[in-house]
């Protein structure tokens, strides 16, 4: 894999690309156009999936729809929680809800995969060790979700069964002239049969990809392929703005649209239990 070796690949890499867009008149093509190949997710499985809670205004609605204030913790540290590294689908992907589920909801984060390994890092430093960034569908079961944080752990069956990854990797290079405070100036869209619902933005992070990355690297040693969830950016999941006002939770056969500027558009499915394709 490519990102066991990242520093030696990336070169070999940009090279290719500068040779693809040089001989792309020529015939025969060094690479297909997008139509004409099926793309599955950018890793099948990883070392680890860590996601954040990085977005305070989705913390903040999440927790003001329980009727509960925000913790002084939030601010003092990045949560997040371990999630399943070997469920991870891509473009096109069909999505079923996972077994006694009555409520499955999207989630519209950003995903960062590890491409430099380390231990201890620095806040400051840390960002110089991701290979890229991608769009993360965090579907959630949300009734099974519930359940089990009643009972003070999780979430774990409430997000166990699949994790949209994709469509490309894009070296944070391409868009440093959009920095801005703790993230990038990058619109965040997520569509439902082609209705907007979710509308953010990634410079709201309240946490930067280099303050989460020091912190999951606090004692342990993060590896090439880890992948780093953002949490959801503000209003980007049903749970957030209601069932009653995004039409419901999702049911078979609505398409899950979520597209992030220079990230790309990942478009997803809502299987019915019996329709499940392996990506």
């Known amino acids: 894999m490519a990102l066991d070796r990242w520093d030696e690949w990336l070169p070999v890499l940009r090279s290719l690309e500068e040779e693809c867009a040089a001989t792309a008149p020529l015939a025969p093509p060094l690479a297909w156009e997008p139509g004409r190949v099926r793309y599955h997710a950018l890793l099948s499985r990883a070392p680890s999936f860590r996601d954040f809670y990085a ?3 989705h913390v903040r609605t999440a927790r003001a729809h329980r009727g509960l204030e925000m913790v002084p913790e939030w601010y003092a540290i990045p949560a997040f929680y371990f999630s399943n590294p070997a469920v991870f689908c891509g473009p096109g992907a069909r999505v079923p809800s996972p077994p006694g589920c009555q409520a499955l909801d999207y989630e519209l984060e950003i995903g960062a995969i590890v491409g430099r390994g380390g231990r201890d890092l620095a806040a400051d430093a840390a960002e110089a060790h991701i290979a890229g960034y991608c769009i993360l569908n965090d579907w959630s079961a949300r009734d ?10 999780g979430p774990a069956k ?10 490309w990797l894009v070296t944070a290079d391409e868009f440093a002239d959009r920095r801005s405070g703790n993230g990038y100036d990058l619109r965040m869209l997520a569509r439902r049969n082609g209705k907007l619902l979710s509308s953010g933005n990634w410079k709201e992070i309240h946490w930067s990809f280099g303050q989460m990355l020091a912190h999951a690297a606090r004692g342990v040693a993060l590896h090439p392929g880890d992948v780093i969830g953002s949490g959801t950016v503000g209003s980007g999941c049903i749970l957030e703005l209601t069932p009653e006002a995004a039409g419901g939770w999702l049911q078979p056969g609505d398409r899950v649209e979520m597209e992030i500027e220079g990230l790309g558009v990942l478009r997803q499915e ?6 499940t394709e392996e990506d």
């Open 144 to 153: 099974l979700q519930r359940q089990e944080m009643r009972i003070g752990l």
């Open 158 to 167: 409430g997000k166990d069964f699949a994790t949209g990854l994709g469509p």
């Open 55 to 57: 977005f305070e205004e």
């Open 270 to 275: 809502v299987a019915a239990p019996t329709d």
